[in-house]
Nanobody, 127 residues
Framework: VQLQASGGGLVQAGGSLRLSCAAS????????MGWFRQAPGKEREFVAT?????????YYADSVKGRFTISGDNAKNTVYLQMNSLKPEDTAVYYC????????????????????WGQGTQVTVSS
């Protein structure tokens, strides 16, 4: 199973980017997909996640709430992250993650919750 993230780039503060992540490989279903980010010298941190187990539930880090929107299509094992009003502090490598087990709840922010990880895409926001 591979997760391929794309859409990163360089943008000015206040601008927007849309990240995409698609899972491929052996046939499986994703019930949770999420985004994390890691800035230089810092630990990987949670950004947003979506749970498709019985409806759709989304969760966000406080730092991105109101600016970022996670969406996707679990039938296509694809997730997106629309990032608006970007700030220099959003600069990081963004990683997508997926979990193949169905669960009505989400352990928000736990990297170990996910089974698969993508390679990361760089997002740089200039001031």
């Amino acid at each position: 199973v591979q997760l391929q993230a794309s859409g990163g780039g360089l943008v000015q503060a206040g601008g927007s980017l849309r990240l995409s992540c698609a899972a491929s490989g052996r046939t499986f279903s994703t019930y949770h997909m999420g985004w994390f980010r890691q800035a230089p010298g810092k630990e990987r941190e949670f950004v947003a996640t979506i749970n498709w187990s019985g409806g759709t539930k989304t969760y966000y880090a406080d730092s991105v709430k109101g600016r970022f929107t996670i969406s996707g299509d679990n039938a296509k094992n694809t997730v997106y992250l629309q990032m608006n009003s970007l700030k220099p502090e959003d600069t990081a490598v963004y990683y997508c993650a997926a979990r193949s087990s169905r669960s009505s709840y989400t352990v928000v922010g736990l990297t170990g919750w996910y089974d698969y990880w993508g390679q990361g895409t760089q997002v740089t926001v200039s001031s």
